[in-house]
């Protein structure tokens, strides 16, 4: 199945399938479905800016013409922390699970961050306990720095997120 970086055209399936994976997975995301449902189609089309400059990108991966799986990067503006890109919206819908798309689309998001001159590094969370995306991430280069404890709420339950890092150009230390 075909990796690529999503475009403004893609706009309305890249929403259709975020949604869906911030419903069905509340604990994964920090933003809510409620939070995003109402966003008019132009804000979709706009994170999906084309441009080498771009403050994010979204690669996702289709299977004929349905978008299927997405990874997203989105690039730190501030002087100080622009060698950091945060990795975000990492999702496959559950049919399409176990191919090696999480893999595919994380590693273009990683190629994407290496291309980028400047960019350092790539950061990400990952809900403490899910052990199928944190054993991804680390086979990925990926390492843990620290949890933050009760980092999001979920109806009335919080979860912990495992905050991680990934150097992209060798050793950083």
Known sequence: MPITRLTPADAAAYRALILQAYALHPDAFTTSATERTGFPLSWWENRLAPGDDAKEVVFGAWEADSL??????????????????TLFGMYVDAQHRSLGLGRQLVAAAL????????????QLT??????????????????????????????SAYVSKVHMWCPLHGSMA
């Open 111 to 122: 190629d994407y961050g290496r291309s980028r001159s400047g960019t350092q590094l790539v």
């Open 68 to 85: 299927v799986g997405l990874a997203g990067l989105s690039f730190e503006p501030r002087e100080k922390a622009r060698h950091k890109a």
């Open 126 to 155: 990952v809900t403490e306990g899910n052990a199928p995306a944190t054993s991804l991430y680390l086979s990925l280069g990926f390492v843990p720095f620290g949890t933050e404890p009760f980092a999001v709420r979920v109806g």
